[in-house]
Structures are given as structure tokens and as C-alpha cells.
């Protein structure tokens, strides 16, 4: 589904969160905000942080991730998947009563290849330019996220504050949607079309693969043409064989 139009004008995410904890006194408050609602492959997403620490204890990590957020919503039980596509650890130390702002950027970009194997990509075809990150799935508001078939993907940045193992961590989500470049997609649609209707034809796909895409429809007429000879022929063929066998029951 293509991104509309709409997402572009909203205003920037922001998001803010206050949590106290058990084992010290006091609370944490959380506020975040990125540059954009919607973002491409490999744009910069630029975060801002601002955290003020009124617990007892120091906040001593910080760590910002872009997390990949997987759902199948047909199953009952909706097992949530977070991977985390990249990070960045900022090692403050923030005693308590202090008042810090960061800025901090990642970039929405397919991790080396040890990762891949968790982490869900944009299908492509063999030719393609790279590897991206699959896009957030958009939800028509006439349907329920129960009722996909097939797995959601959403994206996050992530903002974790750590104040030790014994009193626990801060966590705050600012969810964006990551968008697909649209300037090739009626080619990238015609190749699927070839590709997975007609990739027994190899010699002339690698020919379509770089040729108009105004030609293009009338490579779908030939390869009609071409089937339904092969299959005349085959049936042709059959009749044939046929005849022989029969004669040669005489």
C-alpha cells in the first residue's frame, strides 16, 4: 500500500514519559521527538531527548535504538517480535535532580548480513540496486488489524534509560512509518509480472528487465502467444502419440 499523502502533513512525533519505580524513590520523566512523521530508507532520522531525572539513584546509560516491530495478527496468541536494526549507546551519568537534552541520529538502513536472518527486508528482483528494509504495513481504517493475512511491520525509535540492574529502566517508544521510494514502482510492478509468471522465458526477461515500460505490454501479448503454442503443440502431440499407440494395438 502506498503511503498517502496525509501522513506527510502530520506534524512530527513526540512522545513523553514519567515512571517511578520500586526499589528508589522519585521518577524519571522522558520526552522525545524526531525530525518527521515518515521516512525512506537510509534518511536520517534525527532524535532529540530530553530527560530529567528526579529519582534517588544516577541514570547511567542511555541507549537510542531504531527497532523493527513484527506481528502475525491472524494468530490468537500475536507473538510481538523487536529487532533492533541499529543503536546508539550514549554512556551518561545523570545524578539525580539533573536536567540533560541529546541529539542523536540513525539511519533506517538493512544491518550486516549476521542479521538478516531476523530481520524483514523488501522482496526484490535479481538486478535490483541493494536491499532495503521492509515498509510499515498501512492499515485501512475499514479493517481490522485482526482480520490481516500475513505479517504487520511497524517501526520505532527507541529510548531506554538505565538506572542499574536492581531499580530497572525507562523505556520510550516514538513510533514513525518508513515509506517506499515510488519513482519505479510501475517497472519493479511489470518484473514481478514477468518474474513470477514467466521466468521459465530467462532469454527474454533479461531482455524486458531493461527495455520501456510502454513496450512492455506487448511482451505480455507474446508470451500469451508463446504459451498457448506450447500448449497447442503439446496437445497436438498427445493426439498424435495417441494414434500411434492405438494402430500399433492392432
Not at 38 to 47: A, D, L, R, S, T
Not at 56 to 81: A, E, H, T, Y
Not at 100 to 108: A, G, Q, S
Request: some cysteine; glycine content about 4%.
Amino acid at each position: 500500500m502506498e503511503c498517502p499523502a496525509s501522513l506527510f502533513d502530520k506534524p512530527p512525533p513526540q512522545k513523553n514519559l514519567t515512571r517511578s519505580f520500586l526499589t528508589c524513590a522519585g521518577s524519571v520523566s522522558i520526552e522525545a521527538k524526531i525530525n518527521s512523521n515518515v521516512f525512506y530508507p537510509q534518511e536520517n532520522i534525527m532524535v532529540k531527548v530530553e530527560i530529567k531525572n528526579n529519582a534517588s539513584r544516577d541514570i547511567k546509560r542511555l541507549k537510542i535504538k531504531l527497532v523493527q516491530i513484527s506481528q502475525v495478527p491472524m494468530f490468537q496468541d500475536g507473538q510481538v517480535r523487536d529487532k533492533t536494526i541499529c543503536k546508539v549507546d550514549d554512556p551518561l551519568s545523570l545524578p539525580p535532580g539533573a536536567l540533560t537534552t541529546r541529539e542523536f541520529v540513525l539511519v533506517p538502513d538493512v544491518p550486516s548480513k549476521p542479521a538478516h536472518g531476523e530481520i524483514f527486508l523488501q522482496s526484490t528482483l535479481k538486478g535490483d540496486d541493494g536491499q532495503c528494509l521492509a515498509p510499515s504495513t498501512l492499515v485501512p481504517p475499514s479493517i481490522k488489524k485482526a482480520d490481516l493475512f500475513g505479517v504487520h511491520v511497524a517501526y520505532v525509535v527507541r529510548i531506554k534509560a538505565t538506572l542499574g540492574a536492581l531499580v530497572g529502566d525507562a523505556i520510550l517508544d516514538v513510533p514513525f512509518v518508513l515509506a517506499v521510494q515510488q519513482g519505479v514502482s510501475s517497472r519493479a510492478l511489470w518484473k514481478n509480472f514477468f518474474f513470477f509468471f514467466f521466468s521459465q522465458h530467462i532469454f527474454l526477461f533479461s531482455y524486458v528487465e531493461n527495455c520501456n515500460v510502454f513496450v512492455m505490454p506487448f511482451f505480455i501479448l507474446l508470451f500469451f502467444v508463446i504459451i498457448l503454442f506450447r500448449t497447442l503443440f503439446s496437445y497436438f502431440f498427445i493426439c498424435i502419440f495417441s494414434l500411434f499407440t492405438y494402430f500399433l494395438s492392432l
